[in-house]
């Protein structure tokens, strides 16, 4: 059976040159179901086993925009062996809060910091081993324009979808949050996979109206939601929302430094 890798980025962190460089005309173009949004598949090269798809650029897995919602079913439908996740290395803070909800998703995910060309340049730096521990997954630089790193990236993301090791989340809400999305996870019926479990938890604590498209049966999550709204007087979208910037945040301060030198300074 062939491997399925999926190919998951903001819009343009890099993704379509990195689709290009890893499958080169071993590619088809067509449209997701009963939508106008093009899909992408391709081989990768030198392995014809493994299949390559390349999802919309989005921001997040809300259901806000059709590609989000297209990207997001995939995932939860077809169940990819691995996610290869590209984020632009310039715009770290900015991709990562993409990059800790594919993380949910109880799939692989490899890690690709597209753009080092520039954050060399700009002498910026990327610790990619902190990085890597402190989101619970594997990192790999790249530049898909220059075609460096990104066949080390294509082979770890292939080992880790034959290892069927699913990336667990480091990152924890905060306790309150927790102690509810537990209790949101054991009313979700053996019919959700458990891997999948806390991704649905954390949809459903979101009022995520279109999630339940995905579910064949939905539980009432009214009292969690209230409690949880109480306690920390805010809505829970917002709560979940502010706790995973905060979480970003920290991360970029304890894993990348920007160079100071000519940017202008007020003195
Ligand atoms: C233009 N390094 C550098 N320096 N640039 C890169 C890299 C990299 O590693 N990877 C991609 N780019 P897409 P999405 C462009 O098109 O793949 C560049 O949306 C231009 N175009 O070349 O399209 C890439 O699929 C005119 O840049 O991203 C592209 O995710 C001037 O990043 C852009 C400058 O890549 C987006 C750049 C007419």
Redesign the pocket.
């Known amino acids: 059976m062939a491997i399925k890798i999926a190919l998951a ?1 903001n ?8 689709f290009n460089a890893l499958t080169g005309s071993n590619q088809f173009v067509g449209n997701w179901p009963g939508v106008t949004v093009e899909k992408k598949e391709g081989k990768l090269k030198g392995n014809k086993n493994v299949v390559i798809t390349d999802l919309p ?1 989005i921001y997040s897995l809300s259901p806000y925009t059709l590609e989000e919602v297209v990207a997001r079913n995939y995932l939860i439908n077809e169940r990819p062996d691995a996610i290869l996740n590209i984020v632009d290395g310039t715009n770290l803070e900015r991709n990562l809060y993409l990059s800790t909800q594919l993380m949910e998703l109880g799939i692989p995910v490899i890690m690709a910091v ?5 954050v060399d340049k700009n002498g910026d730096r990327i610790y990619t081993d902190k990085l890597s521990k402190k989101l619970g997954c594997e990192v790999v630089e ?5 075609g460096t790193g990104i066949q080390k990236a294509a082979e770890k993301a292939v080992a880790v979808a034959n290892s069927k090791n699913v990336t667990v989340p480091v990152h924890t809400f905060a306790p309150e949050v927790e102690s509810v999305l537990d209790a949101v996870e054991a009313k979700l019926g053996s019919n959700i996979d458990d891997n999948q479990k806390r991704f649905f938890a954390i949809k459903l604590l979101e009022k995520d109206d279109k999630i339940s498209t995905q579910m064949k049966s939905v539980p009432d999550v009214t009292k969690e939601i209230d409690e949880i709204e109480t306690k920390m007087d805010d809505d829970t979208e917002s709560i979940i929302t502010n706790e995973r910037y905060v979480y970003i945040s920290s991360i970029i301060d304890e894993c990348s430094t920007k160079n100071s030198k000519g940017k202008l300074t007020i003195s």
């Open positions: 980025g819009p343009n962190s890099g993704k379509t040159t990195l650029g597209n753009m080092m060309d520039v790249i530049s898909a324009l220059k």
